[in-house]
Antibody, heavy 117, light 112 residues
Framework: AVQLVESGGGLVQPKESLKISCAAS????????MYWVRQAPGKGLEWVAR??????????YYADSVKGRFTISRDDSKSMVYLQMDNLKTEDTAMYYC????????WGQGVMVTVSS | DIVMTQAPLSVSVTPGESASISCRSS???????????VYWYLQKPGKSPQLLIY???NLASGVPDRFSGSGSETDFTLKISRVEAEDVGIYYC?????????FGGGTKLELK
């Protein structure tokens, strides 16, 4: 069965950094584009970042709200995807979901990131 | 950015009856390859979102055939026939045609 398991969330202060991770299993990870989608408390879904596969040069894309502050990366040898978040703002407080599949078929359980002083 | 607008914000349905949720995009989601890149997701209470419908009208694996998707280039409908208790949650439409991918604000389905 497909599994996506996020980790690394927590409470940080504004302007600090945090790196969250996602461990994937149950599908051919190296063939799959991967994404991060977030959901602020009581709000809807917001796509954050996308990373394509090796044949597509691991191209990355970001929402304007995080461009220049967040970096998505992947390690195909470990079936892992990461989100490095720098210069965090209070408005980045959200549940962060790791997702995969052409249609966002697979979703992890999410990891909470809270940015507060 | 493509704006996705859903209606209504919430819908209350008697079990066994049907429900429809609308979604409108600010730009055509019909690609030149003939595929319409609109998707539907359900987030059950306290859970992660799950894929229901992909490419406007295709049922995701394991999703009951009580769910169906239809539409045109900019107007889309999710229909749920014979609503059951397990269908309660927030439904989101989304477009995966062009970056940034965007979602509608969500429609909450409750039971009467």
């Amino acid at each position: 069965a497909v599994q996506l398991v996020e980790s690394g969330g927590g409470l940080v202060q504004p302007k600090e950094s945090l790196k969250i991770s996602c461990a994937a299993s149950g599908f051919t990870f190296s063939n799959a584009a991967m994404y991060w989608v977030r959901q602020a408390p009581g709000k809807g879904l917001e796509w954050v970042a996308r990373i394509r596969t090796k044949p597509n040069n691991y191209a990355t894309y970001y929402a304007d709200s995080v461009k220049g502050r967040f970096t998505i990366s992947r390690d195909d040898s470990k079936s892992m995807v990461y989100l490095q978040m720098d210069n965090l703002k209070t408005e980045d407080t959200a549940m962060y979901y790791c997702t995969g599949g052409v249609s966002l078929d697979y979703w992890g359980q999410g990891v909470m990131v809270t940015v507060s002083s | 950015d493509i704006v996705m607008t859903q209606a209504p914000l919430s819908v209350s349905v008697t079990p066994g009856e049907s429900a429809s949720i609308s979604c409108r995009s600010s730009k055509s989601l019909l690609h030149s390859n003939g595929i319409t890149y609109v998707y539907w997701y359900l987030q059950k209470p306290g859970k992660s979102p799950q894929l229901l419908i992909y490419r406007m009208s295709n049922l995701a694996s394991g999703v009951p055939d009580r769910f169906s998707g239809s539409g045109s280039e900019t107007d889309f409908t999710l229909k749920i026939s014979r609503v059951e208790a397990e269908d309660v949650g927030i439904y989101y439409c989304g477009q995966l045609l062009e970056n940034p991918w965007t979602f509608g604000g969500g429609t909450k389905l409750e039971l009467k």
